[in-house]
C-alpha cells in the first residue's frame, strides 16, 4: 500500500480548516445561483478537502500534505474517533466529489447541484461528528 503523505498540525487549528470548508461550501451555492458552475465545482471540490483536513487534524493531529486528494479519503478512513459506519456512509460521496471534472460540469449544470447537495450533507455529518465528540468529552462546542 502506498504511503499517504502528511504533515503534522495542532489540533486546535482544526476550526480553521472547518471554517474554511464552510465557506468554500458557501460560495459554491452563490456560483450556482449565478450559473458559475465550473467555479462552483472546484469550491465543492475544495470544500470537501477543507473538511476531510477538520476532521483529521481534529483526531489525528495531522493532514494530507500530497497532491492527489484522493489520497487524503484513505487519512479520513484511519480516524477512530468516529464510528466506523459513518466513515463508510461519508466515503463515497468524498470520492465521488474529489473526482469531479470541470468539463463535466460545464456540460451538466444540474450535476453540480448534486455535487454541491453531497457536499453540503458530507459537511455536515462531519461537524455532527466533531459536536458529539466535543461534547463527550467536554470541550468547547463548534458554534
Not at 22 to 46: G, H, M, P, T
Not at 85 to 90: G, T, V
Not at 103 to 120: T, Y
Amino acid at each position: 500500500m502506498k504511503e499517504i503523505k502528511t504533515r503534522e498540525v495542532d489540533k486546535y487549528l482544526y476550526i480553521n480548516y472547518l471554517k474554511r470548508s464552510a465557506e468554500l461550501l458557501k460560495s459554491s451555492k452563490r456560483y450556482i445561483d449565478d450559473s458559475i458552475y465550473a467555479a462552483a465545482s472546484l469550491n465543492c471540490v475544495f470544500s470537501a478537502v477543507a473538511a476531510i483536513d477538520a476532521l483529521c487534524v481534529y483526531y489525528l493531529k495531522k493532514r494530507h500534505s500530497g497532491t492527489n486528494h484522493e489520497e487524503s479519503i484513505g487519512l479520513f478512513m484511519s480516524v477512530d474517533g468516529i464510528k466506523r459506519q459513518e466513515l463508510a456512509k461519508i466515503r463515497p460521496k468524498l470520492v465521488r466529489i474529489l473526482k469531479a471534472k470541470i468539463w463535466h460540469l460545464m456540460k451538466r449544470g444540474s450535476w453540480a447541484k448534486r455535487m454541491l447537495e453531497s457536499s453540503s450533507q458530507t459537511r455536515k455529518r462531519s461537524t455532527n461528528s466533531q459536536k458529539n465528540f466535543c461534547r463527550s468529552n467536554d470541550k468547547i462546542l463548534i458554534s
